[in-house]
């Protein structure tokens, strides 16, 4: 079983940054690749980016590769998400995931945080 509680949502203006955290719990946190997930009002959650469990590997959106990047402390159990040139369509709840399998395997995720809100006016 592994808890996830993510944090360091907000809001800020377009052209801004924010970065979110994502503690979570258990001993084996590096064996769990971890994901970043995102669902806007009114439509479906969506991908937003992942990285293997040792960190060597990173995938992205594409709305989001070049402005967003993805990382993670196995000491601290956290992985992060550094989000930079914020765009207004960015504006969504964002949730961490972790899953065994792959991490581009969206479907694999079975371990969810409950969200962080992050919005971004124009």
């Known amino acids: 079983q592994v808890q996830l509680v993510e944090s360091g949502g907000g809001l800020v203006q377009a052209g801004g940054s924010l970065s979110l955290s994502c503690a979570a719990s258990g001993r084996t946190f590096s064996m769990y690749g971890m994901g970043w997930f995102r669902r806007a009002p009114g439509k479906e959650r969506e991908f937003v980016s992942a990285?293997?469990?040792?960190?060597?590997?990173?995938y992205y959106a594409d709305s989001v590769r070049g402005r967003f990047t993805i990382s993670r402390d196995n000491a601290k159990n956290t992985v992060y998400l550094q989000m930079n040139n914020l765009k207004p369509e960015d504006t969504a709840v964002y949730y961490c995931?972790?899953?065994?399998?792959?991490?581009?395997?969206?479907?694999?995720?079975?371990?969810w945080g409950q969200g962080t809100q992050v919005t971004v006016s124009s």
């Open positions: 995931a972790a899953t065994r399998g792959p991490p581009t395997y969206t479907t694999s995720y079975v371990y």
């Open positions: 990285l293997s469990g040792g960190g060597a590997f990173t």
